[in-house]
């Protein structure tokens, strides 16, 4: 700590990157990571808790998180141009695939990864909405861990601020000597735990489906995001790159837009109903051309099937007429049908005996 900084303070890490002999193992790298695991594993119970395949989101994760790094740097890159690339540059071109430096862009991430959870969903046959739901939650938990990789490296914090929970930045990533400065990856996170939370509770009290839940997280996402955005100065190397239109930033605009879009979508599906496929069709314990009904305990429709007291299931009585004319008769075993069988064929017998005597009484 300087002498001339407050002694009511947060400090910055002194470094971000250990090294496992020749392998870099970079904080900012295992935030993500750790913040995936959360998610997926949360995402997991909650897709089974809803009648889904054990494994399905695993698998859904991997195609989400691929597209996800790729949107997130994207965004990134886009927005803030200006640090690799024209006279201002301050990195060489080649670093801005450099991911493990930071920078990534939620917005991009949630959109593309959102591209790379709807291609697994297809490829599956199962409801785009109803893991949008599912994930929701675990999104916000993620986010909440990952930007603790912004403390390592000490980027995107706020303004300076005389507060006690002030944030310690070094001068070569554009602090000042004696200054504090908001933690706005502190505020974010926090915010994140509390939306995360929040969506849980609010999915089980109202019973939320057709990516309403999701529409929640962006609204309650952006909602914070906006003035968290505006405390920020993000300078890199002495000179602050964000762009900003009519005095508000960039993601300010984006979280604006993105809130209006999502308050739309939570209204106008509000009477929204139908049904949402949880388990894929070729799955075995999901009975042939029976739908996925949302308001079945168990997400799914019954499937024609009776449960007896033992728990077992029991197949459907076979339709039509009984030898009474009735309907709805029991099904015959086979050894009645064997029966029925043979004295059939004696009654044919009889018949062509019969047939045969009165033939040779005649010729006689």
Known sequence: MSPDMPLASIPSPSQGVWYLGIIPIRAYALCIVLGVVVAVWLSERRWRAR???????????????????IGGRLYHVITDWQTYFGSRAIKQPYQALFIWEGGLGIWGAVALGAVGVWWAARKRGLSMSAIADTVAPGIAFAQAIGRWGNWFNQELYGAPTTLPWGLEIDVNHGGEPGVLYHPTFL???????ILGFALILVGRRFALRHGRLFALYVAGYTFGRFWIEGLRIDPVGG??????????????????????LALVYFFATRNKSGEEIVLPPSDPSQDSGAAVDPAHPSGQADSGTAESSDGSEAGP??????????????PRSAGSDDAASQAGDERAVSASDAAGAVTKEKNS
């Open 51 to 69: 009648g889904g395949q054990a494994g399905t989101i695993i698998d859904i994760a991997v195609p989400a998180v691929i597209f996800g790094l």
């Open 187 to 193: 505020y974010e996170s926090i915010w994140n735990v």
């Open 239 to 260: 000179v602050d790159h964000a762009v900003e239109f009519l005095s508000l930033r960039l993601n300010q605009w984006t979280a604006i837009v993105l809130f209006v």
């Open 317 to 330: 009585s076979e339709g039509g007429s009984s030898s009474d004319g009735s309907e709805g008769g029991e």
